[in-house]
């Protein structure tokens, strides 16, 4: 059975044949150009992307093929042996793979940190937070910060104001104005000086889409936005957020605003898993409920934790290669807590600030504070009580017990007496205190 020469040559590259000295090579050129989906030109040569290295100048002719980029020349033999077998008569839908001269030359950017040593520029930001942790007031404290170029919780530097928007989807706009003043309070500022610099949605019709973030992506051009934050998942989701084939198209698909506003960091406020302790010892990925694709997609990832509602919040953080921050807490300062003295309704400034203290400092001190006052009534009870009576009264940490009483001491609450050589350090309530 006899085949025509352009039926043999397309066996041929379908097999992965070598070309014979006796095929017409100009046969071969053009099926092998259909084939790569080049283009050809009146000399009957074809041009297109090299296969091999993805330059843009590949030539072939009836010589081979030739590029500009790093690959070597290739005779039509060699040519058709490592790219015929590929060939499907269309251009392909993989871009080439690099190769080590390229990779050489990929220059290395120059990274912007919106928040020194704690939050990138261009970056995915994902803020998992316990219950009754303060994380929407983490992130008015953080675009706060940006807008005015404060230190984000009176310690981490901004180096320069930037604009920022927040996507609410649980708060109002009445209760998110009056945070906003206090926390600028605080500084020493009103809203008046954050205009054109802060942007924010209460509840809009939001779902993580190419269609909707494409309007975000817009909104975060034309308001030359540099950080865009959404609070929370759990209301702009679809789907089952177990499942890594629904979440990661959501996240990647957020992470696509900065094709319409590049160098933008979005961020996200997710829930952390329910769990009594702090933390300790776990990844941040642990911490993170719902599918492990949350973990994958952060550049930089921070969880809030406390123990109850009275104590500090203790904050972790890690960055994609980059050093993080050793874990520490921060307290809210309230000028004027809610009370019936004021109707119950907060005023005055307030303040997030980063504590000089260990988190575990912290958490002595708070369990300390809320233990002083039966310690007190203890002492009221049994006066002249030595520390090992004051210790075994209470069932907690000794070093709790301890920094109660110094508490009490500090306060002139409580009066000690050091006993002479062998003899214990005895403790009473202050005469006349009531408590």
């Not at 009275?310 to 980059?322: A, I």
């Amino acid at each position: 059975m006899l085949f025509p020469r352009r039926v043999l040559a397309v066996l041929l590259l379908a097999l992965g044949a070598p070309v014979s000295a006796e095929s017409d090579a100009r046969e071969i050129r053009d099926t092998l150009g259909h084939a790569l989906g080049y283009d050809q030109r009146a000399d009957g040569s074809w041009w297109g992307q090299c296969p091999g290295c993805g330059a843009p100048d590949a030539q072939l002719w009836s010589g081979g093929l030739t590029c500009g980029g790093a690959c070597r020349p290739l005779d039509l033999n060699e040519a058709m042996q490592r790219f015929g077998r590929a060939g499907r008569g269309s251009k392909r839908s993989l871009p080439p793979p690099m190769g080590a001269a390229q990779l050489m030359a990929v220059p290395e950017p120059e990274e912007e940190e919106l928040i020194r040593a704690l939050l990138l520029a261009d970056a995915n930001f994902l803020l998992a937070a316990y219950p009754k942790s303060f994380k929407t007031m983490i992130l008015l404290e953080m675009i706060v910060a940006l807008a005015t170029a404060t230190p984000f919780l009176g310690r981490y530097e901004v180096p320069k104001p930037r604009r920022a928007g927040l996507v609410l989807m649980e708060d109002q706009a009445y209760r998110v104005r009056r945070r906003l003043e206090r926390i600028l309070a605080g500084r020493g500022l009103t809203l008046g000086d954050i205009e054109g610099l802060i942007y924010l949605w209460f509840r809009p019709p939001l779902r993580f889409n190419d269609a909707t973030v494409r309007e975000l992506g817009d909104y975060a051009a034309d308001f030359d936005l540099d950080f865009l934050g959404v609070d929370s998942w759990a209301y702009v989701a679809r789907g089952d957020s177990n499942s890594a084939d629904e979440v990661t198209p959501q996240l990647q698909a957020y992470s696509a605003a900065r094709v319409w506003r590049p160098g933008l960091t979005v961020g996200l406020v997710h829930h952390a898993r329910k769990d009594p302790g702090d933390g300790k010892g776990q990844r941040i990925t642990d911490m993170i409920r719902n599918s492990s694709a949350f973990g994958a997609w952060y550049d930089v990832g921070m969880t809030l934790a406390r123990r109850d509602e009275v104590s500090p919040v203790t904050v972790r953080c890690e960055l994609r290669d980059h050093v993080a921050p050793d874990p520490f807490a921060f307290t809210v300062e309230d000028q004027d807590p809610a009370g019936a003295h004021n109707h119950h309704r907060a005023g005055g400034w307030l303040r997030l600030l980063a504590s000089e203290h260990r988190p575990d400092t912290l958490e002595r001190m708070s369990a300390a504070e809320k233990v002083a006052p039966d310690v007190l009534t203890f002492l009221k009870e049994n006066s002249d009580a030595t520390t090992t009576q004051i210790r075994k009264a209470f069932p907690l940490d000794n070093r709790i017990i301890d920094a109660a009483v110094d508490l009490l001491k500090r306060s002139n609450k409580v009066v000690v007496e050091v006993g002479g050589p062998g003899k214990p350090t005895r403790h009473r309530a202050a005469g006349g205190y009531h408590a």
